[in-house]
């Protein structure tokens, strides 16, 4: 991926494509319903967008390399639930610590499976969802787990505010931030972007492909890990199944931010966008009154109509 | 000469080896498995995955795989149960299996035509399908009404249900078009090399939409057969992973999600495998969750067997060559 003048001129104007479609999307809502245009809602979109913004964040590494993960949704459980359910037996800090290390084991478990085995992703990390689901279920023994006391610092995460504006939007910009750093101005951003175009010619150039696979697996066992904070520290309460078809949308936006499937071309901003679309989606229509499930047809035709576009794009700018 | 041809019937066919180890193991360990009523038990309740795993398995040998499948079979179940009352039972079934051929027919235009991404069209078409279910369903389940439809999903011939019958008949007629049609051997290049299928003259972009007909087809008659088996359809019936399982079921029997090789009966050896699998969880009394892991784990497991089979075939070839 080199950044020829060219290219980044047609970046721009395609990262301004989605960012349209998120405007008109918006102004669209706003026009509709006046719930939708008050402050306070676009404060509670970012609030309920964190969890999948974060996730998404991470999802991009595995989508660039080209591969899938399909585990974050159980994982997300699963970290949600020891989160929550140890934080009253070991303290708030251990508690995170703990799920953070279970989102990088199983991220490191997947990676190791699909970066070194070479295996393919999808069955694997649907593998590897089931065993996590398992796992989140016998800790809990199928039942929800709740906090004690909800007054504690820890849930000032999820639900706290600076300056009116959400604590949990705060750190998923500043983890996107984080995590958009790595990718374009890191090492190892290069490297998977490189891995994921040819993994051959990144071997013969000297970059152990297998590892930088494994890596941007951590990062979205990490990244689930951290949602499932911002997620459990909202309710002070968990469900062994709250992440369930999770996966679903952390991948839709990841897909609506642009990054190819095959692998080799993403951008975290880009993705952000695509989050937030899903989430002006799922808010936008509860506010104008309509079922919940009228989002999931909205999502479908949005998903089409946005990778229609960019493909047309990219072929016009082979064609020129 | 003999030997090596039993060899190579096996590196071919990983899922036999499998198969008769976890058959032995639960003929030893698991009290109650060896009788036939239990191993026909096993088959008649796996026969719904399996047809639709036919589907699939065209599909996957064409290199293509279909996400729309979990939220099909929910619609067409609704639409085979809802429309009984005013339209009577045949249409209310025949419109079920339209639609899930439309939706199919949806699936295969986009990607092979207008050229989006698979993964992406049948996930998009995964949440659309989603919420027509949802929205016809109003959140309510749907009971069947009809004597006949209900009687076709619990009645028997022998030991083998009508479905599963239906089945089988489903398992010769994918072999014979796979194996003796110009269609199916056209299906077979595509997923090994479309543009050199497409150089030889097939028309890669017809035969792939026909396989996500096929597909969608199969998956809205599994969507019915479910409804037909229960009496009724709930607006969640397959989310979130019924087309995982169904993935899963064809790439462990062999068949490559790269495309280009497998068979119907290695999708039968998978449906059966995961089947068994359950079928002794639930005989040994284990909690659910366990057996879910157990799949999971089996689903590496055998990916990981695969890879060893295939890079030892490889070396073979290589040392051979």
Redesign the interface.
Known sequence: MQQSGGNKVLGTLKRQGIVMALVVIYILFAIASPQFRSLRNVILILRQVATIGVMAAGMTFVIIGGNFD?SVGSLLSLCSVLCIGLHDRIGPVPAMLVAIIAGLASGAVSGF?VGY????S???T??????????A??VTN?RSVYLEDTDVWFCQIGKGNIAGFPISAVIMILYIILMAVILMKRKYGHQILSTGGNAEACRYSGIDDRRVLLKSFVLSGLSAAVGAILLSSRGGSAQPTVG??YE?DV??AV?LGGAS??GGSGNIYKTFVGVLILGILKNGFVMMGF?Y?????????I??VA??LD?MSKKKKGAA | MKNNRFKTFISNNTIVPIMVIVLVFAAFVVPGFLNVGNIFNVFNQNAMKGIMAIGMTFLIINGYFDMSLCTLVGLTAALSCGLQESLGTVPAVLIALLAGAAVGLINGI?VSY????A???T??????C???A??YHK?QSFVARSEAFIHFGTGKIGPFSYISILFLLLLVIGHFVLRYTDYGRSTYAIGGNAAAAFNAGINTKLVTCMNFVVCGFLSGLGGVLYACYAGASTPALG???MH?LV??AV?LGGTK?SGGSGNVWYTLGGIMLLGIIDNIMNLLNVQT??S??V??????GV??LD?VMMAKQLKKANLEG
Not at chain 1, 129 to 135: D, E, K, P, R, S
Not at chain 2, 114 to 117: A, H, L, S, W
């Open positions: 399909l499976l085995l070479k295996l393919n999808m069955i694997v649907l593998g590897m969802m089931n065993v996590i689901q398992a796992l279920l016998m199928g369930q078809s679903f991948i839709t897909i499937l095959a079922p499930y009228v989002q999931w047809i909205a999502q479908c035709l998903m089409l990778v229609y493909m | 986009l207008v050229g989006i991404n993964f992406v069209v996930l998009a078409m995964m949440m659309g989603h919420g027509i949802y929205i959140e989310w979130p992973d995982m993935i899963a790439v999600l969750y366990v879910t892991m799949n999971g784990l089996i689903m590496i990916l990981c890879k």
